[in-house]
């Protein structure tokens, strides 16, 4: 059974820091890329960092580059997003995401929700001002 289970969400102040993991179990690590989405309400969901597991190769959006650093580790099959300086308008439900890996991590970042293969449960991060 494919498992994405994210954590790591929660409240902080603006300035702050949080890291969210992603543990996966039922597919081979390798094998897929992994992406972190967040949506709030009345939005559609975006692809925030994306990290293919071949290369290793890494997208993020603009609003988050030289903020967020996605990463994994194999051994754990589990991918994290460390998230610095954090504003207010990061506050959202952050998912993490599965896909096969046959792409650059940009266009896994970009793609429509229906076209990831599997989704964690999400977790949520409150960044006050």
């Known amino acids: 059974e494919v498992q994405l289970q994210a954590s790591g969400g929660g409240l902080v102040q603006a300035g702050g820091s949080l890291r969210l993991s992603c543990a996966t179990a039922?597919?081979?690590?390798?094998?897929?890329?992994i992406g972190w989405f967040r949506q709030v309400p009345g939005k559609e969901r975006e692809g925030v960092a994306c990290i293919k597991g071949s290369d290793s190769d890494t997208h993020y959006e603009d609003s988050v580059k030289g903020r967020f650093t996605i990463s994994s580790d194999h051994t754990k099959n589990t991918v994290y997003l460390q998230m610095n300086s954090l504003k207010p308008e990061d506050s959202a439900v952050y998912y993490c995401?599965?896909?096969?890996?046959?792409?650059?991590?940009?266009?896994?970042?970009?793609?429509?929700?229906?076209?990831?293969?599997?989704w964690g449960q999400g977790t949520l991060v409150t960044v006050s001002s």
């Open positions: 995401a599965a896909v096969v890996d046959w792409t650059t991590a940009e266009v896994i970042c970009g793609m429509p929700t229906y076209e990831l293969d599997y």
């Open positions: 039922g597919f081979t690590f390798d094998d897929y890329a």
